[in-house]
């Protein structure tokens, strides 16, 4: 999948990565596409309900080699 | 089995499957104060403050209706005590409150995590238990006795019998001690229920509602287990008791003490004036019903430290936590839903503490990031 900007939140724990998200995704612009990286099990669920109380589309999600990987579209 | 042993081994085995139905549901519902705190204050979504305040209204109206029928005698726990230590509850909170956000979540949390495959979370419990140990009996326990604790209000001195709201209001109202109990039981509960389910979309997540139930019961269940079932007569003393309680009286879920405890019966197995407790139970009880969930649910999965910069956050915070915890008479848990549904002014204190220090600690965060 395409996207526009990555960040990388290996090692940062819960409430980091998904603070840090939505700043990054405030100064994209819209439809533009996040790729988010991090090894907390609990931005599985973190980056699901950023996605619901802001509006921005969490386009797909996955593990890969023990790391999760998210692509968020910006609203 | 002596007749004596067997109040000790209900409440400790009791404690046990409680909390295997606890951590169980708090893993698959995702269930975690901190991130309850941190989705109101950086993304302003509710739904896991619901959770938790459905939770704490199921606590308060399953406890009062205990104590109403006269099964148990709330007043006789840790969090509605007539001296109110305001000083050790506020920077016990916020020592907590703080600790548990640099730690990515609470005691709780990690003993859920625990159960999920995270080994960071098992080095994070064991800090917590040292720093937790160390404020009860301590260099920290010196502290927090000499210089926070001293710091009281006696409300005795003002004819109140405990700190509760319930007993204030009777004070105030020349209410009798049931009625304002039950006024104040259901004012709190109603209100809670009625902004739980203000929201169409909570009202519409079965998973999160049932599990928030399921939450709240299992409080109610520990009072009932501690308070009733597990208080009787010592044979040998022939004192009554609360038998298999490290407090010496009646408990529901709390998870920094027992964390301690658990570690000083690990180290001290031999000493046999150490028992098996409530709950060193309710601790274990947690971290395998999370384990039986994660695999259920095939989120089992081993995890460890993945930075320097992330084990000096979690070991700063588990030690902010075991100090916090122990500080302030309770964790997320203790006080968050075991001391609330008691409706103790020292809870709301110890609670607000808690609030207030996660919001600093994602204040400091949003800086450093």
Known sequence: MEFNREFDASGMSCPGPVMRVQELLGGMQSG??????????????DMATLAEASGHALLKHASENSKFVFYLRRA | MTDMAHPAALVTWGGFVLALVFGAVANKSNFCIMGAISD???????????????????????????QLSGLVDLSRSLYPRPTLPWLSLIVGGLCFGFGMTLA?????????????????????LVFVGISGYMTLKGLFGQWRATLLDPVSIDLAAFGLASASLPVLLAR?????????????????????????????????NRLQVAS????????????????????????????????????????????????????????????????????????????????????ATRRFRWEGFAS????????????????????????????????????????LLAVTGIIVGSWIAMQWLKRRL
């Open chain 2, 308 to 347: 320097l910069e992330d084990l000096c956050n979690q070991l700063v915070g588990a030690m902010l936590m075991g100090f916090g915890g122990v500080t302030a008479v309770g964790c997320t848990i203790g006080q968050g839903l075991s001391g609330l549904s008691t409706l103790a002014l020292g809870s």
């Open chain 2, 212 to 295: 928030s139930v399921i939450l709240g019961l299992v409080i109610v269940g520990g009072w009932y287990l501690t308070g009733h079932l597990g208080y009787g007569e010592n044979r040998e003393t022939l004192e009554t008791v609360y038998f298999a309680t490290n407090s010496r009286t009646l408990e529901s879920l709390s998870f920094v003490a027992p964390t301690a405890y658990s570690l000083e019966l690990l180290m001290l197995w031999t000493d046999k004036s150490l028992r098996v407790t409530f709950g060193i139970t309710s601790a274990a009880g947690v971290v395998l019903g999370s384990l039986a969930a994660a695999v």
């Open chain 1, 32 to 45: 533009e596409v996040l790729r988010v990286i991090t090894t907390d099990p609990g931005s599985i669920d």
């Open chain 2, 104 to 124: 990515g979540g609470c005691a709780n949390k990690n003993l859920i995590r625990l159960g999920g495959g995270s080994l960071r979370s098992l080095v994070v």
């Open chain 2, 172 to 204: 105030l109202t020349g209410l009798p001690a049931s009625t304002a109990l039950m006024v104040t039981a259901a004012t709190i509960s109603l209100a809670l229920l009625a902004f739980v389910f203000r929201d169409a979309r909570f009202r519409r």
């Open chain 2, 40 to 66: 109101v204050v950086n993304m302003g979504h509710w739904g896991r403050v619901r959770m938790w305040m459905l939770a704490v209204a199921v606590a308060i109206i399953g406890a009062s209706l205990l």
